[in-house]
């Protein structure tokens, strides 16, 4: 009764490394599907930019004395440039998360390997 007792405990340290490897594969997914999110976002902000800068350079062309537009138009490219900076933040960190998952991934495929190599 004793020899199957480390069996059990080796076995229920197997399931709860399965369950683990589990979750934090569905963690990865979700965060290079949040990749994917931030990075479309920045195409939409990249291209909304380069829309103001295209009005801006219109306006003071026809409007060369107005320049309320002129301040619209620069604080619209000042807002998209700051919510791309933070896209590309949230997007190192995200990136950031996922080699640190892809670390413990690791970690933790190379100690299943061990506790097999024990089992056998």
């Known amino acids: 009764m004793a020899a199957t007792d480390p069996q059990r405990q080796l076995l229920t340290l ?6 683990e ?9 979700g965060l290079k599907k949040r990749i994917q999110e931030l990075g479309c976002e920045v195409d939409v902000a990249n291209a909304e930019m380069e829309e103001v800068k295209c009005i801006k350079e219109t306006t ?23 919510r791309i900076s933070i896209i590309q933040d949230e997007i190192s960190s995200v990136g950031s998360q996922v080699e640190g998952l892809k670390k413990k991934l690791h970690e933790m495929s190379l100690f299943a390997r061990c506790l097999i190599l024990m089992l056998r």
């Open 21 to 29: 490897k589990s979750q934090g594969e569905r963690r990865m997914i």
């Open 60 to 82: 003071e062309q026809e409007l060369k004395g107005n320049e309320l537009q002129l301040a619209l138009n620069e604080a619209s490219i000042q807002t998209l440039e700051a």
């Open 14 to 19: 197997i399931r709860e490394f399965a369950s």
